[in-house]
């Protein structure tokens, strides 16, 4: 055999060369669930199991003190952009409320992560939910959908809610479709959680045959758990009869577990509970529909699994930063539960083609075999034609052991769990970090990894900068001086600095009077339980006094909520 020539030799080293991602630049893998409570995965003291979810934690670094920003679209927000959510634009929901930090869609003064890494040579993807955008009709504008905002693929649904059998607004790319007419993805059985693992799968094998020398940023965003409880039913049986017993077992096994694992101090409170399982008069109805949620979360789990199990079996574990946090705490919500039988009865009902899309609507829906969608203590929560809501109960439960729950500015509504797994860079095995952060920092950290450029102009659009701090520091466990944390939604605000928190659930008024503000040394107190208010008025007119510039500075005011 004849020897390569010099300059051949050189060539085949360069393409070999090519075809391996570069080993300066992670990957970066961002997963988010949707309204679950900061005790609801195992490795932050719940009962559900979470193998996938615990892995990554016990190889990597758990945050007990991060927090979000109490729902949903703001939190998303906040999260892709590194802003608080009323510089996004999106300071409440998705409606147009007038001003400018309510006008629920993200502006041109922002970007998200994947506009960018995209400018750093990074290939982006996303798979879930959006929410975002109040553009969400069939034939609207589409300029703030993932595709027109950095994402070079994009499977999901671009509203907040809906049938995990049949979701409203799911869309491949810029497209929408239905579970039946997906050229691309047509399982035995179609369901939402999986659909959004098996997607961000295909982008990863995709990825790998096409592009493997760019590094590749993934943003996973489950709607799990949010309502309706729809589960499989495989999922549903293995918790059969766990919850018979109500909220308070299961609460107090929780708080013991969280205060072994470290997440908690030892003399950490339990909050009241919210409702007392004895008096509820559906006990049967309200044990299913937990255990249904927790089929919803062991379900999600199991797809991070195979996300991860991917990464490794294309030899990029070792150098990809995953990361997995909550848009909120758990949801009180339970309107829907209260729906009058007689309403489905004004309804004529037939089955619809497979290009039938399901309506941008609330109930009452149909399945898409032409059955009535309905909720309540009649029926068996799970399934297609139902759409139940898990209820307060098991919201104060999830959110063990602190108080309020999503929507809310107090620890229920804004601690999120914050795993953070990156072979290559975070060495520590399990450990747990107390330094605080919120949102914003997860952009600030993506920056600092990555080493890609925050402009101050795009597309000829002056940028806001970026909030956070990188959370880069904790990786090693160094102190951390963070700066005040500052809340606000739909007239529930907060601010934290140190060990010291104020938090007012009263409608907005501005400037607040101090009255409204309580007071709690969160360091001593997580729970909330001791109002220090007035007993410390010159701690809480600082707070108070650094929340109101914040809020004129992040366009919380003019504050105009609704129109």
């Not at 080993?23 to 979470?50: A, H, K, V």
């Not at 934690?57 to 939190?75: D, E, K, L, M, V």
């Not at 969280?258 to 950490?268: E, P, R, W």
């Not at 929340?547 to 992040?554: G, L, M, N, P």
């Amino acid at each position: 055999m004849k020897s390569l020539s010099p300059l051949l030799f050189f060539a085949l080293a360069i393409a070999v060369l090519g075809s391996c991602q570069k080993t300066s630049d992670p990957n970066i893998i961002l997963i988010m669930s949707d309204d679950m409570g900061f005790s609801d995965i195992g490795c932050y003291g719940s009962e559900i199991p979470t193998p996938n979810l615990d892995n990554l934690a016990y190889n990597g670094i758990r945050f007990t003190q991060f927090y979000n920003t109490a729902r949903c679209c703001p939190t998303r927000a906040s999260l892709i952009t590194g802003l608080h959510p009323h510089q996004t634009g999106v300071g409440a929901m998705t409606s147009d409320n007038g001003v400018d930090g309510y006008r629920g869609d993200l502006n041109e003064q922002c970007l998200t992560i994947a506009q960018v890494l995209g400018e750093a040579g990074y290939r982006n993807y996303m798979s879930g939910k959006w929410h975002v955008t109040k553009e969400v009709s069939f034939d609207g504008d589409k300029h703030n959908w993932p595709m027109q905002r950095g994402f070079d693929n994009y499977y999901g649904t671009i509203t907040g809610a809906g049938s995990y059998f049949d979701p409203t607004t799911l869309c491949r790319e810029n497209t929408f479709i239905t579970p039946d007419n997906d050229p691309d993805y047509q399982p035995e059985t179609f369901y939402y959680t999986n659909a959004i693992t098996d997607n961000a799968v295909m982008f990863l094998k995709d990825h790998q045959e096409n592009y493997a020398d760019q590094p590749l940023f993934m943003y996973v965003a489950y709607t799990a758990a949010h309502w309706p409880m729809h589960a499989l039913p495989e999922d549903i049986a293995k918790f059969d009869g766990l919850y018979d017993s109500g909220y308070n077992p299961m609460r107090e096994k929780r708080l013991k577990k969280m205060i072994d694992l470290g997440i908690l101090k030892d003399d950490s409170e339990m909050s009241p509970p919210t409702w007392n399982w004895d008096e509820r008069p559906e006990q049967q109805w309200e044990a299913d529909m937990m255990e249904v949620y927790a089929a919803m979360i062991y379900c999600m789990d199991r797809g991070i699994g195979k996300i991860v199990g991917e990464l490794e079996s294309q030899g990029r574990l070792d150098n990809t930063l995953i990361m997995f946090l909550q848009d909120n705490g758990a949801c009180a919500e339970n309107w829907l539960n209260n729906i009058d039988p007689a309403v489905y009865d004004e309804i004529e009902y037939q089955a619809w083609s497979p290009d039938q899309l399901q309506p941008n609507i609330w109930p009452p829906m149909q399945t898409r075999d032409g059955r009535p969608v309905i909720s309540g203590p009649s029926i068996q929560p799970g399934s297609t034609d139902t759409y139940p809501l898990y209820d307060v109960g098991w919201a104060n439960s999830s959110n063990t052991p602190f108080r309020f729950y999503k929507h809310y500015i107090h620890e229920g509504g804004i601690s999120t769990p914050l795993i953070m797994h990156w072979p290559k860079k975070i060495k520590a095995n399990g450990e747990l970090r107390q330094q605080t952060g919120q949102l914003p920092d997860i952009m600030a950290t993506i920056v600092d990894v990555s080493g890609a450029d925050y402009p101050e102009l795009y597309n000829n659009h002056e940028i806001t900068p970026m909030e956070g701090v990188s959370l880069v520091p904790a990786f090693t466990d160094q102190v951390m001086d963070h700066p005040t944390l500052f809340w606000e939604h739909i007239g529930k605000q907060g601010a934290r600095n140190g060990e010291w928190k104020i938090v007012a659930r009263a409608g907005r008024v501005f400037p607040i009077p101090i009255e409204k503000w309580e007071l709690y040394n969160i360091e001593k107190d997580r729970s909330e339980l001791h109002n220090l208010a007035t007993d410390m008025p010159e701690k809480v007119n600082d707070l108070a006094d650094q929340w109101e510039k914040w809020a004129v500075r992040a366009k919380v005011v003019p504050y105009k909520p609704e129109k």
